[in-house]
């Protein structure tokens, strides 16, 4: 009798800690970018890339990052940035960040409606958020990410991170 009610009370235990295992964890790239190779205000020196299994993310670090600009967050299932996602972040002095989802069609950005899209301007980094549910079309197993940085009028001055091209989800 007593062997029969400690077999279901065992497995009860394996199945409990074995559903509360961790998941697995998301792939996450950094990138580091040269220092001095665009004005200190929107120089990117170091870039963390990450594909969760609800969201896509990016951090960019900009040790002098200027209290006005646009940073572009690029996901597409393409290896060339030929069609995708934009996540969009303005930030005007003395005014909150806006933060705004876009989608290129080889030809044309057009403006995306997106809830749970997220972003923050400073101080040093520029974080932006977007998630998976959004990407439609390119909320692939794979994606290719990548952080541009820009201020002026129509962006004349501006820093690229380097791409990555296949960032796995976890």
Known sequence: MRRSTMVPALLGAVLLVGGMAAPASAQTVTR????????ARIDITKVRYTHESDR????????ELGKSGTADF???RYEIFEAGYVVRIRQHKGQP??????????FDLKKRAC????GSWGPQVVRLKVPRSCLKGHA????????????GAGG???DEAPMVKRLRRS
Do not use: C, M
């Open 97 to 106: 960040a806006k933060v705004s989802l876009l989608y290129f069609d080889h």
């Open 32 to 39: 580091n970018d040269p220092s001095g190779d665009a004005p």
């Open 115 to 118: 809830k749970g899209l997220s």
């Open 140 to 151: 692939t197993k794979y994606v290719s990410t990548q952080f541009v940085i820009s201020f």
């Open 156 to 158: 004349e001055q501006f």
């Open 74 to 76: 690029l996901v597409s």
């Open 56 to 63: 896509v993310r990016v951090a960019a670090k900009i040790p």
